[in-house]
């Protein structure tokens, strides 16, 4: 299994609250991303990262920034959270030598009550 | 902009028969891959299969094969003697590799599941 780890597992929040989740891979994988999962809709990509610092947005993207250090982590940032970003959060990996296969992490599910 | 559409929310099959899965996309790219991946109860996302568009013949992974109609902008997905640890959700998915070119990442859109069910 690739090495990927997301943190939390789990996360319940109240509205108007900032939120990060994190990303742990520890592949070196050039791409990561950050997908939402809600029934009815299947995965949407909100964010994705090329490099260190290079980010860009997905379909998703209103309400939520990333952020991406280091090779090996990267966080998503919900700044004021909103019952509608209810949902489970996959990171995922790719690389350079194969970029068309994708490893996910296990999900984020969050709850804004 | 890509769809993928999956018509059948649900779908259930006895253990050992055979089921499919439907598939269809709009694109107005003439080279892309195609993606099966299973979401189990346990919610990891995994890699069934994999199509590439310009290559004629249906990818196979032991049970599992596709139907690729390239014309129709269908990918079905047939299931061989179903088992117990097949239930899950299955997601198809596309993907256009001219991101690759760029540099700017292999970005999937999804379709939104057919949940399968098998029983005994």
């Known amino acids: 299994d690739a090495g990927i780890t997301q943190s939390p597992r789990h996360k319940v929040t109240e509205t108007g609250t900032p939120v990060t989740l994190r990303c742990h891979q520890t592949?070196?994988?050039?791409?990561m991303y950050w997908y939402r999962q809600d029934p009815g809709h299947g995965l949407r990509l909100i964010h994705y990262?090329?490099?260190?610092?290079?980010?860009d947005k997905g379909e998703v993207s209103d309400g939520y920034s990333v952020s991406r250090s280091k090779t090996e982590d990267f966080l998503l940032t919900l700044e004021s959270a909103t019952s509608s970003q209810t949902s489970v959060y996959f990171c995922?990996?790719?690389?350079?030598?194969?970029?068309?296969?994708?490893?996910f992490g296990q999900g984020t599910r969050l709850t804004v009550v | 902009a890509q769809t993928v559409t999956q018509s059948q929310p649900e779908m259930s099959v006895q253990e050992a028969e055979t089921v499919t899965l439907s598939c269809t996309y709009d694109?107005?790219?003439?080279?892309?891959?195609l993606f099966w991946y299973k979401q189990p109860p346990s919610r990891q996302m995994i890699l069934v299969i994999r199509?590439?568009?310009?290559?004629?013949q249906n990818a196979t992974e032991n049970r599992f094969s596709v139907n690729f109609q390239k014309a129709a902008k269908s990918f079905s997905l047939k299931i061989s003697d179903s088992q117990l640890g097949d239930t899950a959700m299955y997601f198809c998915?596309?993907?256009?590799?001219?991101?690759?070119?760029?540099?700017?990442?292999?970005?999937?859109?999804f379709g939104t599941g057919t949940r399968l069910q098998v029983t005994l």
């Open positions: 995922a990996i790719s690389e350079d030598r194969d970029p068309t296969e994708a490893f």
């Open positions: 592949e070196n994988h050039r791409y």
């Open positions: 990262s090329y490099g260190v610092k290079d980010t």
């Open positions: 694109t107005s790219e003439n080279n892309y891959y």
């Open positions: 199509q590439e568009a310009y290559k004629q």
């Open positions: 998915a596309f993907m256009n590799p001219s991101y690759i070119y760029t540099g700017t990442a292999s970005k999937l859109t």
